[in-house]
């Protein structure tokens, strides 16, 4: 969450005419020096691994979304908790839906092959 972010919830939450309030708290991941320049959302984008980890070491359930995403229907219903990540995407190609690839390295030996997938995130 960046500042400007934070103050407009403080100010909504602190309007007595605002019925509606929002809990928040803004973490202190420091952005990676080579994300400084980029883009905002791609500075938000790096620390979201970081800031899923440390919610999961204490132990809670997390789902992180987009902003710009309305839950028609409640989305843990359709989240089946087989898997230690589940990943939402915008699904505009095929490596964003992910890509299953190989490796085989005969001069690696018997660790040689492998296989990976990519996904754009």
């Known amino acids: 969450m960046d500042d400007e972010t934070m103050l407009y919830l403080k100010k909504q939450n602190d309007d007595p005419k605002n019925k509606f309030k929002v809990n928040f708290f803004k973490v202190n991941i420091p952005v990676p020096k080579s994300q400084l320049k980029s883009h905002p959302a791609n ?15 204490m132990g809670y359930n997390t789902l992180i979304t987009d902003m710009d995403l309305v839950y028609m229907k409640n989305p843990f219903h359709h989240l089946h908790r087989d898997s230690d990540i589940e990943i939402q995407t915008d699904g505009f190609n095929d490596q964003a839906y992910g890509v299953v690839g190989s490796v085989h390295d005969p001069s690696m030996g018997w660790g040689g092959g492998g296989l990976y997938i990519t996904l754009f995130t």
Do not use: P
Not at 44 to 53: E, P, R
């Open 43 to 57: 500075r938000v984008s790096t620390i979201k691994y970081t800031l899923l980890m440390e919610i999961i070491q």
